[in-house]
């Protein structure tokens, strides 16, 4: 809860108290209460009054219909008049509920902190948008429409001057926040308000920060979101990443995650939802893996004019492409995979819950590293199957990691703002999941990319489960 936010509940739970003080005391915490009450949510509502502050509101609206009255208006030598103990005490219980059940809402559902990268590195963020000249849009019928993807970049950057804006979550502007917000929330059948925390919330990267000096080269981390999934979904995940040297380069798919805000101001919305047909919903997902595999595909090859200054930027001559992972979470887990197995660019792939989609079933010569959720009764039991055949097709060692007391969302941010449901997002807690993730994500990557020199069995063993896939070194 914000300051003010504080405030405000403080005051109603003073007017709430204000029956049950001694006579000297309650004129003046009344018309302290009250004045601190009307200060504090007057200005809130002008910078913007959350949902969970709603229920505190009644509850002091009410506690001050019946406290005040009688003690502002008072005359001197008379008694007050007050409702009997017996009857304000359901009075002052229902008050005290309303008013405790909004910090109550504002601790399950939160403005989101990020926690602070660990790295040497500041972090710096930048979006740009990119039209594959060479592909149609399968998604619309215009013939001369190209694929297009909007990605973000969080990379190593100078230390910014101290009180330099933070790039808001979700969004280049708090109006894209908003719109990517709501169309999520429509997304999963949530109402808007539920998540009208999320926009608020500031990351700890800077748009457009310099890069940090010293010339190193930094090696890129590709992220495909989940299906209506965006760009920004992984973003503590992301900082994380980059405080430590990585580049990373998340992509939103167009007509695929919930909202896409082009250059222009249009906003692309999903066209994908489920039809209750299983066979036509995989089928779906195999077409839609498709794409997203061929979108990063495209933006690495992107990514590598970047570096070579033929794509105007200050990450010219930083971006190390010859070491390059695929990642990707859910459904952009899958399509990770599936890049890694159609593009030998590709240094290493980390599959973040995915399930594999590839209907080719090739091979891919990458070490890989799978994240999975706690396997349970609602598990999909073709999903441990089909994923132990894909890594064990490998050429490569692979990992699959299980983390006990994961859920599908513990990959995410989710655990930064939804409500604390062990099945919705783990059981590992709001600081815990982003850290566990990113831990074992890094440790992969420093010994994939970095060859620095790892044991990576105990290294991923200290985070949760661990199987290791070695090479299929059959002809």
């Given at each position: 809860m914000s300051p003010l936010?504080?405030?405000?509940?403080?005051?109603?739970?003073?007017?709430?108290?204000?029956?049950?003080?001694?006579?000297?005391?309650?004129?003046?915490?009344?018309?302290?209460?009250?004045?601190?009450?009307?200060?504090?949510?007057?200005?809130?509502?002008?910078?913007?009054?959350?949902?969970?502050?709603?229920?505190?509101l009644a509850g002091a609206v009410l506690a001050a219909a019946f406290a005040v009255p009688p003690v502002v208006r008072r005359r001197p030598g008379r008694p007050v008049r007050r409702a009997r103990w017996w009857l304000a005490l359901p009075g002052t219980a229902l008050c005290a509920g309303l008013i405790g059940a909004g910090p109550l809402a504002a601790w399950a559902c939160p403005v989101p902190v990020f926690p602070e990268p660990t790295g040497r590195f500041a972090v710096g963020t930048r979006v740009m948008q990119w039209t594959d000249p060479n592909r149609a849009e399968a998604a619309t019928a215009e013939p001369d429409d190209r694929r297009t993807v909007v990605?973000?970049?969080?990379?190593?950057?100078?230390?910014?001057?101290a009180g330099a804006r933070r790039a808001p979550y979700l969004g280049r502007t708090?109006?894209?926040a908003r719109t990517v917000s709501d169309a999520l929330a429509d997304y999963v059948g949530l109402p808007g308000f539920l998540l009208d925390g999320v926009p608020?919330?500031?990351?700890?990267?800077?748009?457009?920060?310099?890069?940090a000096d010293g010339g190193e080269r930094f090696p890129v981390v590709l992220f495909s979101p989940g299906l209506g999934g965006v760009r920004t979904q992984n973003t503590a995940w992301a900082e994380e990443l980059a405080g430590h040297g990585y580049a990373v380069v998340a992509l939103d798919h167009p007509y695929d995650s919930a909202a896409v805000v082009?250059?222009?101001?249009?906003?692309?919305?999903?066209?994908?939802?489920?039809?209750?047909?299983?066979?036509?919903?995989?089928?779906?997902?195999?077409?839609?893996?498709?794409?997203?595999?061929?979108?990063?595909?495209?933006?690495?090859?992107?990514?590598?004019?970047?570096?070579?200054?033929?794509?105007?930027?200050?990450?010219?001559?930083?971006?190390?492409?010859?070491?390059?992972?695929?990642?990707?979470?859910?459904?952009g887990g899958g399509a990770a995979l599936q890049a890694a197995g159609?593009?030998?660019?590709?240094?290493?792939?980390?599959?973040?819950?995915?399930?594999?989609?590839?209907?080719?079933?090739?091979?891919?010569?990458?070490?890989?590293?799978?994240?999975?959720?706690?396997?349970?009764?609602?598990?999909?039991?073709?999903?441990l199957p089909r994923l132990t055949e894909v890594l064990d097709r490998g050429?490569?060692?692979?990992?699959?990691?299980?983390?006990?007391?994961?859920?599908?969302?513990?990959?995410?941010?989710?655990?930064?703002?939804?409500?604390p449901v062990p099945a919705l997002v783990g059981s590992l807690g709001r600081t815990e999941s982003p850290r566990v993730v990113a831990a074992a994500t890094l440790a992969f990557l420093d010994s994939t990319l970095r060859h620095e020199r790892i044991d990576l069995s105990p290294a991923l063993s200290a985070y949760g489960d661990l199987n290791v896939h070695h090479p299929d070194t059959s002809p």
């Open positions: 936010e504080i405030l405000a509940s403080l005051s109603a739970v003073a007017l709430v108290a204000v029956r049950w003080l001694a006579p000297a005391t309650r004129r003046p915490v009344a018309i302290a209460a009250g004045t601190g009450f009307v200060l504090s949510v007057g200005v809130l509502g002008v910078v913007g009054l959350r949902w969970q502050m709603l229920p505190v990605v973000q970049l969080w990379y190593p950057a100078a230390k910014s001057p708090q109006q894209e608020r919330a500031h990351s700890h990267a800077v748009f457009n920060a310099p890069p082009l250059a222009d101001g249009r906003t692309i919305r999903t066209r994908i939802s489920a039809t209750g047909d299983d066979d036509e919903d995989n089928r779906r997902a195999v077409e839609t893996t498709a794409v997203r595999a061929a979108d990063l595909s495209f933006v690495l090859t992107q990514l590598g004019r970047v570096d070579r200054g033929e794509i105007a930027g200050p990450l010219t001559g930083r971006l190390d492409v010859d070491r390059a992972a695929v990642t990707g979470h859910s459904l159609q593009d030998a660019r590709f240094a290493a792939v980390i599959n973040l819950d995915g399930y594999p989609r590839d209907p080719g079933a090739r091979p891919f010569h990458q070490p890989a590293l799978a994240l999975t959720q706690a396997i349970g009764p609602q598990t999909d039991p073709r999903y050429t490569a060692t692979s990992y699959r990691l299980t983390l006990p007391g994961a859920a599908h969302l513990t990959f995410t941010d989710g655990p930064l703002y939804l409500p």
